[in-house]
């Protein structure tokens, strides 16, 4: 009954605005001065800050949602550190925002009703290796490249790579996914066991304290319930994670197809020909254009596939011819492919740059990236609705799309002060993730919720899966301190 | 062609640990302290293991100097594609006495002993930064060096070098035998893979103690005192320029 009590109190707006926690702090009244020096009594002084330039260093991420900066930023160090922390902030009702390297793009970071940001870059520890299992445990201040470096030459990788050197923790905290994505997972299939500090302090291991066995059938899935909880449930402390083998070869290669659909149903067929492949990438005309202009290439502007293959050299060979083949029969031409590690640079450079490329297309303007994701079959669809709506809206909008996972961004680039183009690409944006759900797909394939979509969250799993969700938070989060104003 | 190329490849502390000081300030902690390859000795490894992809050398042998736990760094450059190691038997405190001189004194013996055309090292380890092993080697053997490569090309029989030096690039041609020193633009190591490491467990890694080689390790250097860089102290801010000069003064400094 309580349960149902608390997550009534929470669908409904009115009631957040009148409760006390939602005043913002300033870090001039007594009660924030109090607690800071109870922060003070656990990390020290160099690690409790309340600069102004420290904290809106962390009150942003990479989205284009404005600076919200918290009134303290604690740097702890342990574990132990963090359920101290996080004790006294819920005993004093302040807001916790855990912070990782900030490259989020959804706005997750920002502090709406101020708080205590949990900076965890100083724990930052690669710990339990164990080569011949392939896992590995890290705290958040380790990195996805800082890993992978780490791990050079053990002969291991950890292949999730959403672009940004993002902290593992975090990427475990935003259900983070990638170009690999297609052929390795995202970080729901590759997280094995999380420690995660709960509101009041508590630490909780969501697999049992250094489990990793490779698959369980054991309880419910708190490990997955972490992941893509985006702050809004705990502070990600530990993260376990699947390892796999550097590839002995990788081999990339580029194609331009005709049309959207050609490229799409080459996409399809690749992967019915059980062709092993890592990277699927599409770009359409709008970006090739800008790629080419950006980087003075000479792709020919037409939707093109940038692939690339992992596994022995002898199979490099057989993939290859078998995926030349495909593009052929559906049109595509061009076929261009590169081994060694130099020539597939280049070939992949129009992809790596396709979002500074887009940028470059209106100087001064900056850029938001749309992130939906539908069944692959109705891929070919709602890329050519998508692109119509942008021409009729007169909008910038490039798109390059993890298209072996359905998912696509449109790189929109505009002009953050004027209003009316503001409005419009808002307005695209919720009628693309309105036209993705309408498709059996997200509105988030990789980015989350954040601060923007949660409107977006109800349309897309409906007020029943609202309300258990609400209630789990209400559970595990009662006072609402855990980043606040995100996903729910 | 049937060159041989001797890699030298150092065990060094991982670029990325952050460095302290012991307490009894005769050195820097290693214990339990993550070690790998010198990153410029990655960088030669794969300069050679590239040169025999193009098939212009036939065998890559790869040396360390050091306890038992230098096979590790062996079998790395066995995994990037060197095709045999050579362990040189160093330890306690001979090891750490182990500078770029004895070190020198062994590639050389090494050199002539395995009849290498070409030796290849990293220009200096990001632990002791001497940058001296290269030059003193080729010195030893009066072979001609190219050190601080950035490129480097086979053309029929001699080597073209083009060194990174502090007015821009200078391009020179040597004779073989020669040494190189890798300089960090040289090429991008590639990663050891997997399969690779699996394969390098099969590849030979021979003993050998300076003593055989007719090295002797005695050191004639003698570390003192090792401490860490003075704490950097805060700044003090000023209103003007008069309070500037008066502070300057005040230390001495005009």
């Given amino acids: 009954m309580i349960l149902f009590r608390q997550a009534l109190r929470f669908s409904s707006p009115r009631l957040q605005l009148a409760c006390g926690r939602c005043r913002r702090y300033s870090a001039k009244t007594g009660a924030v001065e109090r607690v800071i020096s109870e922060l003070r009594s656990v990390s020290g002084d160099e690690g409790v800050s309340v600069g102004l330039a420290v904290r809106e260093q962390h009150g942003r991420d990479e989205s284009v949602h404005r600076c919200q900066p918290p009134d303290v930023v604690v740097f702890p160090r342990s574990v132990d550190e963090v359920s101290a922390l996080a004790k006294i902030c819920h005993h004093h009702q302040l807001p916790i925002i855990p912070f990782g390297t900030g490259t989020g793009l959804e706005g997750g970071v920002g502090a709406l009703q101020g708080g205590v940001c949990f900076s965890l870059r100083k724990m930052d520890q690669v710990l339990d290796l164990h080569q011949e299992d392939f896992d590995v445990t890290v705290e958040p201040g380790v990195t996805r490249k800082g890993l992978n470096s780490y791990l050079r030459d053990t002969g291991l990788w950890f292949p999730v790579d959403p672009g940004a050197d993002a902290s593992l923790c975090g990427m475990a905290a935003t259900s983070a996914s990638g170009t690999n994505a297609v052929r390795y997972g995202t970080m729901r299939e590759n997280v094995l066991n999380l420690e995660v500090v709960l509101a009041d302090g508590t630490v909780l291991h969501t697999a049992g304290r250094g489990r990793r066995p490779r698959k369980t059938s054991a309880g419910y899935n708190l490990t997955n319930l972490f992941v893509g909880s985006e702050g809004t449930l705990g502070i990600i402390t530990k993260t376990t994670l699947r390892l796999y083998g550097i590839p002995e070869s990788m081999v990339s290669a580029v194609c331009s197809f005709p049309s959207v659909q050609s490229a799409v149903d080459s996409t399809v067929q690749i992967l019915q020909a059980g062709v092993p492949i890592a990277r699927i990438e599409f770009l359409d005309d709008v970006m090739i254009n800008a790629c080419n202009r950006f980087n003075n290439l000479s792709y020919a502007v037409t939707p093109t596939l940038f692939l690339e293959f992992h596994g022995s050299s002898k199979s490099m060979e057989e993939q290859v011819s078998i995926t030349e083949e495909i593009t052929r029969d559906n049109g595509g031409s061009d076929f261009a492919w590169a081994e060694d590690e130099e020539s597939r640079g280049r070939l992949w450079k129009a992809r790596h740059d396709a979002w500074y490329a887009a940028l470059a297309l209106r100087p001064g303007c900056k850029a938001y990236s749309t992130d939906v994701c539908v069944p692959i079959s109705r891929l070919p669809q709602i890329i050519v609705e998508t692109k119509e709506d942008l021409i009729s809206n007169n909008l910038t909008g490039p798109i390059a799309g993890h298209v072996g996972d359905g998912n696509f961004h449109c790189i929109m680039v505009l002009d953050p002060n004027d209003p009316d183009e503001v409005e419009r690409v808002h307005s695209f944006t919720e009628r693309l993730a309105r036209r993705a759900l309408a498709m059996d797909g997200t509105c988030t394939g990789e980015h989350g919720i954040g601060l923007g979509k949660r409107a977006l969250l109800r349309e897309e799993v409906g007020p029943l899966a609202i309300e258990v969700m609400k209630g789990l938070k209400a559970t595990l989060d009662p006072k609402n301190l855990m980043n606040p104003g995100k996903v729910l | ?254």
């Fill in chain 2, 1 to 254: 062609m049937s060159a041989r190329v001797l890699v030298g490849v150092k065990r060094v502390i991982d670029y990325a640990v952050k460095i302290r000081v012991r307490p009894d300030h005769t050195g820097v902690v290693t214990d339990g302290v993550k070690h790998s390859m010198n990153p410029f000795c990655e960088i030669a490894v794969e300069e050679a293991v590239r040169l025999k992809e193009k098939k212009l050398v036939k065998e890559i042998v790869a040396v360390s100097c050091g306890p038992q736990q230098v096979q590790e760094t062996i079998r790395t450059a066995l995994a990037m594609g060197a095709d045999r190691g050579i362990h040189v038997e160093v330890s306690g405190k001979d090891y750490d006495a182990l500078g770029p001189l004895q070190v020198s004194k062994i590639m050389a013996a090494l050199a002539k002993k395995e009849e290498a055309d070409l030796i290849i090292l990293g220009k200096q380890a990001i632990d002791d930064d001497c940058n001296q092993t290269g030059q003193m080697t080729a010195a030893l053997l009066d072979w001609p060096q190219g050190t601080f490569a950035s490129e480097l090309t086979l053309e029929g029989g001699m080597l073209k070098v083009v060194r990174e030096i502090d007015g821009g690039l200078e391009t020179i041609k040597i004779k073989m035998p020669a040494v190189v020193t890798a300089d960090l633009r040289l090429n991008t190591p590639r990663y050891a893979t997997l399969p690779n490491i699996m394969k390098a467990k099969k590849k030979k890694i021979a003993n050998v103690k300076p003593a055989d080689l007719g090295v002797d390790v005695t050191s004639r250097l003698e570390v003192l005192k090792v401490d860490e860089p003075p704490q950097r102290q805060a700044g003090v801010k000023v209103e003007t320029v008069e309070d500037l000069v008066v502070k300057l003064k005040e230390a001495g400094r005009i």
